[in-house]
Nanobody, 120 residues
Framework: VQLVESGGGLVQAGGSLRVSCAAS????????MGWYRQAPGKQRELVCT???????DCADSVKGRFTISRDNAKNTVYLQMNSLKPEDTAVYFC???????????????WGQGTQVTVSS
């Protein structure tokens, strides 16, 4: 199983970006998916999560600005980021809890990360 992110880049403050993360491989189902971020010198922190049924939750620092969504047919999770601030600059990682066998065995996977840089 692999998670491959795309869509990061450089944007001015106030701008928007959308990052995507596609899961591939031997997948029998995907439970929760999420986005985390890690800024230089800081710990990795949760940004937003989305359950298999679509329930979402986001950190207070991004509520009202970021939206997480998923396309279950494509095994893909998205993060739409609006009104970006310089403090949103970080490497963004996607995360998924994936059922990897018919007997409901679950494993956690991470993407390789995509850089998002917001200039002031």
């Amino acid at each position: 199983v692999q998670l491959v992110e795309s869509g990061g880049g450089l944007v001015q403050a106030g701008g928007s970006l959308r990052v995507s993360c596609a899961a591939s491989g031997s997948i029998f189902g995907i439970n929760a998916m999420g986005w985390y971020r890690q800024a230089p010198g800081k710990q990795r922190e949760l940004v937003c999560t989305i359950a298999s049924g679509g329930t979402t939750d986001c950190a207070d620092s991004v509520k009202g600005r970021f939206t997480i969504s998923r396309d279950n047919a494509k095994n893909t999770v998205y993060l739409q980021m609006n009104s970006l601030k310089p403090e949103d600059t970080a490497v963004y990682f996607c995360n998924a809890v994936i059922r990897v066998s018919p007997d409901f065995r679950l494993e956690v996977y991470w993407g390789q990360g995509t850089q998002v840089t917001v200039s002031s």
